[in-house]
T-cell receptor, first 110, second 113 residues
Framework: DAKTTQPPSMDCAEGRAANLPCNHSTISGNEYVYWYRQIHSQGPQYIIHGLKNNETNEMASLIITEDRKSSTLILPHATLRDTAVYYCIVRVARISDMRFGAGTRLTVKP | GAGVSQTPSNKVTEKGKYVELRCDPISGHTALYWYRQSLGQGPEFLIYFQGTGAADDSGLPNDRFFAVRPEGSVSTLKIQRTERGDSAVYLC???????????FGQGTRLTVV
């Protein structure tokens, strides 16, 4: 029961913004949107999460639409080290059965 | 340690053997998760612990798989009568309850030959 839909792959030029979309049309009112990424041969790494307001941290920005049915992860200045698989997950923070989909494979090109 | 530690990093075993994979979570993290990941796939949820108890074990594929966390810290994933299809990277993660922010280990690569 996939809760999120992401494109399987995307390319981005080094130094440009990478905008990764995620659809979560069945999201519930108490579910948060989380983003993780997985660089080759490493465990997933937390990036950012939000409920309904846009969020920004040192790694990325998260834009959530007003109806909360979709969101976009923005890497403002992508580097080659940002090449990874990016996972969008919706879940209730207090109940933690966190399940991953297939994610988006982002390739940053020089 | 500073992060989630998984041992061994690699394990090769013969079909039919029993294996144990260990996870040391971040100190103070009461939530612990196990996943397995096959090549080219996203992590597949196996089991989630809150403290010593398994809050959700719905991802365990069959009764050959079992996990324990007797003192609410270290966890062991146990696989009986291993099959070649069990070959994968097994990932462990831990988090503080209610935050939803999980920290992952580097995984154990299990190869069943």
């Amino acid at each position: 029961d996939a809760k999120t839909t992401q494109p399987p792959s995307m390319d981005c030029a080094e130094g440009r913004a990478a905008n990764l979309p995620c659809n979560h049309s069945t999201i519930s009112g108490n579910e948060y949107v989380y983003w993780y990424r997985q660089i080759h041969s490493q465990g997933p790494q937390y990036i950012i999460h939000g409920l309904k307001n846009n969020e920004t941290n040192e790694m990325a920005s998260l834009i959530i639409t007003e109806d909360r049915k979709s969101s976009t992860l923005i890497l403002p200045h992508a580097t080659l080290r940002d090449t990874a698989v990016y996972y969008c997950i919706v879940r209730v923070a207090r109940i933690s059965d966190m399940r991953f989909g297939a994610g988006t494979r982002l390739t940053v090109k020089p | 340690g500073a992060g989630v530690s998984q041992t061994p990093s690699n394990k090769v075993t013969e079909k039919g053997k029993y294996v144990e994979l260990r996870c040391d979570p971040i100190s103070g993290h009461t939530a612990l998760y196990w996943y397995r990941q096959s090549l080219g796939q996203g992590p597949e949820f196996l089991i989630y612990f809150q403290g010593t108890g398994a809050a959700d074990d719905s991802g365990l594929p069959n009764d050959r798989f079992f996990a324990v966390r007797p003192e609410g810290s270290v966890s062991t994933l146990k696989i009986q009568r291993t099959e070649r299809g069990d070959s994968a990277v097994y990932l462990c993660a831990s988090s503080l309850p209610g935050t939803g922010v999980a920290f992952f280990g580097q995984g154990t690569r299990l190869t069943v030959v």
